[in-house]
């Protein structure tokens, strides 16, 4: 992999296409998930400035993983020409459930046409050795596996104020773990 010239990093979507060799685009899925900071296992309420709704287009009542994977190629495909996508499970906690369900909701994804891989989001307290394993064993299937971790700020009394429910060092060990596997790890923050 090779920065482009006039940029001293390489961006998302560049690694992408040098690695595929052509531009991969994430598909926004919402699979009804919610999220161990708002249903009291964590917290209630959710963080300061959780409104999923802003943030997922399918976020009312939304239709079945392939339905919604059809829709976004159809847009996407008209607009760019794209060819190649990830299943981008982007609404709330997407690994708050056990792992034989999540490969299942994922497999799903994955069985679409066109559709190389996967980018899950989640917190960075809420992926236990068996999701990192699940996640390892698409990765070796040759399929493009990213964890995206929700973190949005390393420190941790900023952390408390915004109500986050988990601290620095959660996603410290997260992504050491899933690193330490070969998982590629995102961050937003
Ligand atoms: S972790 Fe994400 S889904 Fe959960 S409350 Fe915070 S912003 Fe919302």
């Known amino acids: 992999m090779s920065v482009v010239a006039g940029r001293p990093y390489l961006s998302f979507g560049q690694y992408m296409q040098q690695r595929h060799g052509e531009h991969v685009h994430k598909l926004s899925l919402n699979a009804s998930f919610t999220c161990p900071n708002r249903d009291g296992s964590k917290g209630i309420g959710?963080?300061?400035f959780c409104n999923n709704a802003s943030f997922s287009p399918n976020a009312k009542a939304p239709d079945s993983i392939e339905s919604q994977i059809a829709?976004?190629?159809?847009?996407?495909?008209?607009?760019?020409g794209a060819k190649k996508f990830l299943g981008y499970f982007q609404a709330y906690t997407n690994t708050y459930d056990e792992a034989e369900n999540l490969k299942r909701l994922y497999d799903r994804a994955l069985a679409v046409d066109d559709v190389i891989g996967l980018s899950i989001g989640t917190r960075p307290d809420c992926v236990p050795d068996e999701v990192l394993e699940l996640l390892l064993a698409y990765q070796e299937q040759g399929y493009e596996i990213w964890l995206e971790l929700g973190l949005q700020s390393?420190?941790?009394e900023s952390l408390l104020r915004v109500n986050r429910g988990h601290g620095w060092m959660e996603y410290?060990?997260?992504?050491?773990r899933a690193r330490d596997m070969g998982i590629k790890v995102c961050t937003h923050l």
């Open 71 to 80: 829709r976004g190629k159809a847009v996407i495909a008209k607009r760019t």
């Open 172 to 176: 410290e060990d997260t992504c050491r």
């Open 46 to 48: 959710g963080c300061t």
């Open 154 to 156: 390393a420190n941790d």
